[in-house]
């Protein structure tokens, strides 16, 4: 097997390329925020709550059963997906249900999957 990285066989740099890219790169900011999105996905306890709320809202109790875990890990696990915008909750009475944020979540793990079982 030949792991040999190919080269480049230019010298000097692609400037329309280099040029187009640098135009087009967003905001360092941006891309900072964007890895740290991605590290919240990098949990496979966040992984499987995201996927319980992909298939129906739930509330923290349920979550809890499903995954055998406690209560409080879960509700650590739940406030880290709130602050990275991937889940929202609404009240109803004195039970707090959880779902995902919006449809860019699903479709993020919808694509992942795909993307692994290919």
């Known amino acids: 097997m030949n792991t040999t990285i190919p080269q480049c066989d230019h010298v000097e740099c692609h400037e329309e390329i ?3 890219v640098t135009e ?8 900072y925020d964007l890895a740290e ?8 306890t966040r ?7 992909f298939e129906s809202e739930m509330c923290v109790c349920d979550i809890a059963a499903l995954l055998n875990m406690t209560i409080s890990a879960i509700s650590h696990q739940l406030r880290v997906l709130k602050q990275s915008q ?6 109803e009475g004195k039970t707090v249900y959880y779902s995902l944020a919006d449809d860019h979540v699903r479709s993020i793990l919808a694509q992942g999957m795909d ?3 290919e």
């Open 18 to 20: 280099v040029k187009k």
């Open 24 to 31: 087009e790169m967003p905001d360092e900011e941006l891309l």
């Open 37 to 44: 999105l991605f590290k919240v996905f990098g949990d496979s």
């Open 47 to 53: 992984i499987k709550i995201l996927y319980l709320l």
């Open 86 to 91: 991937l889940v929202r909750f609404r009240r």
């Open 115 to 117: 993307h692994v079982c």
